[in-house]
Structure formats: structure tokens, C-alpha cells
């Protein structure tokens, strides 16, 4: 249950990050709400995935996640290029993550 709240946690890392982007500095309505609502059930599923898995690898997968979907988003909606350096860039942090998620011990 704690790595299906942690991926959560994760793709709300990526949408309020990409709300904050957004808000122009936190100065449009909806994008800041966004960007609170989102941080705030993103901390909370943080916290509750630390209870059965370490920190570290907690903290690392929630921030690769966050930063994957970021980028992704940003190549979807033509925000940020395509290209494949980026692509296989990404590759290689999801498979970090992947990694990190098979090594894991959890809490000893």
C-alpha cells in the first residue's frame, strides 16, 4: 500500500509542480489552488510511505517521479522540446527509480 501512495504522491509532485509554473508567482487563482491542494495531499502521501519505506529511497523515488511527469508534460504540451538526449535522459531516471523501488529493505 505504501508504493501505491508513494507513486500518488509522486504524480501530485508533478501537477503541482506544474501549477506553480502557472500561477505567474502564485498570482493567478486557480493554478495557486492547484499548486496548495496538490503540495499539501502530495506531503501527506509522502509522510505515510516513510512509514514502511526508507527515507532516502522514499524521497528519491516521490522527486524522480515528480520530475519524470514533470518533463513529460512539458514535451506533451509543447512547453519544453522533444528531443532524444531528453528522452533517454528520462529513461535512465526512471530506471534509477525502478531500481531504488527492487533494493529497497524498508525500514529496519
Avoid at 486557480?30 to 516513510?50: E, H
Avoid at 519544453?80 to 533494493?103: A, F, N, T
Amino acid at each position: 500500500m505504501s508504493w501505491i501512495v508513494l507513486i500518488a504522491s509522486g504524480i501530485l509532485e508533478a501537477i503541482w509542480a506544474t501549477a506553480l509554473g502557472k500561477s505567474e508567482g502564485l498570482t493567478k487563482l486557480w493554478p495557486s489552488v492547484i499548486f496548495f491542494g496538490g503540495l499539501a495531499l502530495s506531503m501527506v502521501g509522502l509522510a505515510f510511505a516513510m512509514r514502511e519505506i526508507a527515507t532516502g529511497t522514499a524521497y528519491a523515488v516521490w522527486v524522480g517521479i515528480g520530475a519524470s511527469l514533470t518533463v513529460i508534460w512539458a514535451m506533451i504540451s509543447g512547453d519544453s522540446e522533444v528531443s532524444w538526449p531528453r528522452i533517454l535522459l528520462l529513461m535512465g531516471l526512471v530506471g534509477c527509480i525502478v531500481g531504488l523501488k527492487l533494493i529497497d529493505p524498508g525500514h529496519e
